[in-house]
C-alpha cells in the first residue's frame, strides 16, 4: 500500500471552515455529505423527537396536575381542621374568663382585657377563616394554574408547542445547512481527492503520496519564461514514485464548470508548481542531499509529470506539458512508465519533498 502523508487539501481547508463557525459534530467528509442530501431527513425527524417530547411533558403534566389537585384538598382540609380548632380553643378561652370573678380592681382590669383579646382572636379567625385556608395553600395553587396553563396550551395548540420546543434545534440545523451548502466547493472538491487518494493508496510502497503539498518563498522565486514572480505553491497530490515525480491536481468539476471563465486555470496552477518544483529538486544542494547514484552518461535528473485528474467531467482538450486523465485512466498511466530509481533513492526524494513542505516557508538565495 502507498506510503500517504497529510490530509487532503479541501477537507482541511472545509474542516478549517466549519471549526471557524463553531461547527464540530461532523467527524468526516461522509458525516458532513449525509448531513447534506438528508437534511429533510434530519430535520423531520428533530420534529418527530420534539413531538415525543411534548407528548412526554404533557402525561407528566397531567399526572401532575392530579397530585397537585390531591396535595391542595388535604393541605386545605388541615388548614381547616387547625383553624377551626384554634376557633374552638379561643371558644373555651372566652367561656372561662367570663366565670371568673375578679377580686380587686387590678384584676378585674386584667379580666377584662383578656376578654377583650379573646373576642377580638376569636372574631379575627371566625372572619379571615375562608382567607387563611387560601393563604395556605396559595403557593401550591399558584403551581398549579402554571402547570395548568401549559397543559391547556399543549392539549390545545400541540403544533404550536412543538414548534416553540424544537424552534432552537431547527435554527442550529438551518444554520449548519446553510454553511455547508456554501461550502459546497470545498465540498466538491475533497470528494473528488478522497476519491484519487483512494486509487492511488492502491500502489505498492514504493510509492510515497504527499497530500496538500504546500511552500511559500521569500523572497519570490522570478519565472523568466512567465515573467512572473512565484511566492507560493500548492498542489493537491504529490506523489514520488520510482519512475518519477507525478504532480496530480484534482478537479471534480461538471461540465458548466469546465466553461466556466471565473475559475481559475489548473493548468497554468500546476505548470508554476512544476517550474518551482524542478528548481528545488534539481540545484546543487538538493543534488548533495538526495545523492543519486550517478549514470555513465552523467547526473540523473528526476523527473515531474504534470497530471489533472477530472473524476466527474473529462474536457475534450489537451494542453501543452500537461496530461488529462480520467480516475480510472490514472493508475495506467502512473505504471506505464518504468522505474529510473532504486528504492533508497525514492525514499530520499520522498522525504526530502516533505521536509519542504514541513518547513512551510523556504528562504531563497
Not at 372566652?94 to 377584662?112: C, D, G, H, V
Request: net charge positive.
Amino acid at each position: 500500500m502507498c506510503r500517504t502523508y497529510n490530509m487532503i487539501g479541501s477537507l482541511t481547508t472545509l474542516k478549517a471552515h466549519l471549526n471557524d463557525r463553531n461547527i464540530h459534530d461532523f467527524k468526516s467528509l461522509k458525516e458532513v455529505i449525509d448531513f447534506q442530501n438528508s437534511y429533510t431527513t434530519y430535520r423531520q425527524n428533530l420534529i418527530a423527537n420534539h413531538e415525543n417530547l411534548i407528548e412526554q411533558e404533557k402525561k407528566i403534566l397531567k399526572d401532575e396536575l392530579l397530585q397537585l389537585d390531591s396535595t391542595i384538598e388535604i393541605q386545605k382540609n388541615h388548614s381547616e381542621q387547625r383553624l377551626t380548632n384554634e376557633i374552638e380553643r379561643l371558644k373555651q378561652l372566652l367561656n372561662y374568663a367570663t366565670e371568673i370573678r375578679p377580686s380587686n380592681l387590678f384584676q378585674k382590669l386584667k379580666s377584662i382585657f383578656r376578654l377583650w383579646y379573646f373576642k377580638w382572636q376569636l372574631s379575627y379567625k371566625e372572619r379571615n377563616f375562608d382567607l387563611e385556608v387560601l393563604k395556605s395553600i396559595n403557593n401550591l395553587v399558584s403551581i398549579r394554574q402554571v402547570k395548568d396553563r401549559r397543559y391547556q396550551f399543549i392539549a390545545l395548540q400541540f403544533n404550536s408547542a412543538v414548534e416553540q420546543s424544537a424552534q432552537k434545534d431547527l435554527s442550529e440545523i438551518e444554520r449548519k445547512k446553510s454553511v455547508i451548502d456554501k461550502l459546497s466547493s470545498f465540498i466538491y472538491g475533497a470528494l473528488g481527492e478522497q476519491k484519487v487518494v483512494r486509487t492511488l493508496n492502491t500502489l505498492s510502497d514504493e510509492f510515497f503520496l504527499i497530500n496538500d503539498f504546500a511552500v511559500s518563498f521569500c523572497p519570490a522565486i522570478y519565472n523568466r519564461q512567465e515573467n512572473d514572480y512565484i511566492k507560493s505553491i500548492q498542489i493537491d497530490h504529490l506523489l514520488v514514485a520510482p519512475s518519477g515525480i507525478f504532480l496530480i491536481e484534482t478537479k471534480n468539476w461538471s461540465e458548466k464548470s469546465l466553461e466556466s471563465l471565473s475559475l481559475r486555470s489548473p493548468v497554468q496552477q500546476i505548470k508554476r508548481t512544476s517550474y518551482v518544483l524542478f528548481k528545488l529538486l534539481n540545484n546543487a544542494m538538493s543534488n548533495f542531499q538526495l545523492r543519486l547514484e550517478k549514470h555513465h552518461w552523467g547526473d540523473k535528473k528526476i523527473a515531474i509529470k504534470n497530471l489533472i485528474v477530472f473524476t466527474n467531467t473529462k474536457p475534450k482538450e489537451e494542453f501543452q506539458y500537461v496530461k488529462i486523465l480520467t480516475l480510472k485512466e490514472l493508475l495506467g498511466y502512473i505504471n506505464y512508465f518504468k522505474p529510473t530509481f532504486s528504492s533508497m533513492e525514492t525514499q530520499r526524494i520522498a522525504d526530502f519533498l516533505i521536509r519542504l513542505n514541513d518547513q512551510k516557508t523556504i528562504v531563497t538565495k
